[in-house]
């Protein structure tokens, strides 16, 4: 085959995933004369990506035979995705319901090394806009969903000073970890107008079978509606539809 890029995105990143896309396509240890010539480039360029890509863990070669496969990396990289998938195939419809009881917009979340991905949202209608979105990264001290990782996921506050996102984002370190320790002890975190002005969110972890923490449970709306602190009818639907989710995925633990 002869490479074909498209000129108008990253040709360095096109080149890397075809790459790993023959590679696979292989399926056993291949020489770099004969990757070259699958992928129709020179030795030399795939040779450098080849050497990219083994640095990062992607690829392996052969000390003996200098061949090169692909490494286990990619299929944990999968099989998370997967885990990911069933995980929001238990949560959605949950999610639903929790919008039905609350009238909020209720979002579902994963924790990565800087902040937390908002994965999923079941949006209602509300006076004041949600704007954040699927997709989108939020940090930990400025978030409900942060602190609840923060409490419960092993997460770490970043190095560098904390972002002011509002006039009331927690920017002091000491405040966010004495709110950080009151979540560990009532299960659930809100975050009024620390994001978003005007906008409150509260959120309740979600465990595996085995009791580690794997996700948020979030509803988001009004800081008015919601109140401060949250109405106690909000605090107990949303904790209750967290505990569905785990119980869901095998958990019997009763702090979920």
Do not use: C
């Not at 692909?70 to 238990?90: C, F, M, N, P, V």
């Not at 999610?95 to 909020?104: C, I, K, Y």
């Not at 924790?111 to 930990?140: C, H, K, N, S, Y």
């Not at 002091?172 to 970890?177: A, I």
């Amino acid at each position: 085959m002869s490479v074909e890029l498209d000129k108008s995105v990253n040709q360095s990143t096109q080149m890397a995933f075809m790459i790993i896309e023959v590679m696979a396509e292989i399926g056993h240890p291949v020489g770099l004369s004969d990757l070259a010539r699958r992928i129709g480039v020179s030795k030399v360029r795939v040779f450098r990506f080849l050497r990219t890509l083994l640095s990062l863990g992607y690829v392996l070669q052969d000390p003996t035979t200098e061949k090169y496969r692909l490494s286990y990396k990619l299929y944990h990289l999968g099989q998370a995705l997967a885990d990911s998938t069933d995980i929001l195939r238990e949560a959605r419809p949950v999610m639903v319901e929790l919008r039905d009881a609350t009238g909020f917009t209720v979002s579902f979340s994963q924790m990565e090394a800087t902040g937390m991905r908002i994965l999923d949202m079941v949006r209602t209608e509300q006076p004041v806009a949600i704007v954040t979105r699927p997709g989108a990264l939020l940090d930990f001290h400025a978030s409900a969903q942060g602190k609840i990782a923060l409490a419960f996921g092993g997460a770490q506050l970043a190095r560098t000073a904390l972002r002011q996102w509002t006039s009331e984002t927690p920017t002091d370190r000491s405040l966010v970890e004495g709110e950080v320790d009151a979540v560990k002890v009532r299960g659930w975190a809100d975050a009024p107008n620390q994001t978003l002005q005007g906008v409150t969110a509260v959120s309740a972890p979600i465990f595996d079978m085995k009791g580690g923490f794997v996700a948020t449970l979030t509803i988001a709306g009004p800081t008015n509606t919601i109140g401060t602190p949250p109405a106690e009818r909000f605090i107990e639907a949303l904790t209750g539809a967290a505990r569905k989710i785990s119980t869901n995925l095998g958990n019997t633990d009763q702090r979920a």
